[in-house]
């Protein structure tokens, strides 16, 4: 679970694993979240791990269909215009409603929606060749069933649970041929203890 509900900003992490996701933050070209974790937990979306510089802060990239997450005002936004991290790109259906920050259009799909493969198109036309998933929910679960657009997941699993009713990071269940079976599965995987979290890595297998 990442979340005590929806929209609720969850403490979770340790300093030590926190300090994992800013160096990880480092290695890609851009940080990417859904609308709903833009909305509801106004993140700074930069990189503040020590010694980083503005030319070392990944990109800050919303995918927000509806133009849901207002720019101005955001903490992505301040951020931008102190030097502490990158102006925010949006990729959208329909434009972003500030109308400030550069916005990537991308076609609906028929289901409606957008499909990842041609949001991550639309990434790479614009230069960006390495990106971090953050989340929400949405977004993890609908790429998790995408095991092939992924080269690696990092969980971080902190000592605690959130209840019955937090909101769970989980693929869709899978049948196959009449029969449940495992929606999605690592492989290659390996773990490291960092203070009192443990650190998940892996290959999705497809
Ligand atoms: N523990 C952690 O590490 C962690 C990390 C990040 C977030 N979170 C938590 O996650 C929660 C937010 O999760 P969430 O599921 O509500 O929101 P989310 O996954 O951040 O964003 C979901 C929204 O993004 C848009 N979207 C994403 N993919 C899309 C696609 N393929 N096609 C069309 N639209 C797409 C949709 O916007 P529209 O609804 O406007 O169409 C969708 O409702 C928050 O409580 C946050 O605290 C936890």
Redesign the pocket.
């Known amino acids: 679970m ?2 005590l509900a ?5 403490s ?1 992490s340790g300093p030590q694993t926190k300090s994992m996701t800013h160096y990880l933050r480092l290695k890609h070209d851009a940080i990417l ?5 833009a909305v ?2 106004a993140p700074s979306l930069n990189c503040r791990y020590p010694g980083a510089g503005l030319d070392a802060q990944p990109r800050p990239l919303v ?4 133009g ?1 997450w207002v720019v101005e005002g955001s903490a992505v936004a301040r951020l931008a215009a102190e030097g502490q991290g990158r102006e925010p790109w949006i990729v959208s259906l329909r434009g972003n409603k500030a109308g400030a920050a550069k916005t990537m259009m991308v076609q609906e799909s028929p289901a409606g ?2 499909e ?1 493969e041609e949001v991550l198109r639309a990434l790479k036309a614009e230069g960006i060749d390495s990106v971090m998933v ?6 993890i679960n ?1 790429l998790l069933a995408k095991p092939h657009l992924l080269d690696s997941i990092i969980v971080t699993v902190a000592p605690t649970w959130l209840g019955q009713g937090g ?1 769970a990071a989980s693929p869709a269940d899978m049948v196959v041929e009449g029969q449940r079976v495992n929606a999605a599965s690592l492989q290659e995987t390996s773990w490291k203890q960092f203070g009192a979290d443990a650190v998940l890595c892996g290959k999705p297998a497809t």
Request: hydrophobic share 45%; aromatic share 4%; charged share 15%.
């Open positions: 990442i979340a929806p929209g609720v900003r969850t979770l979240v859904g609308a709903g974790t509801a937990d995918v927000d269909p509806n849901r929606g957008m990842w953050e989340g929400g929910a949405t977004v609908a909101l």
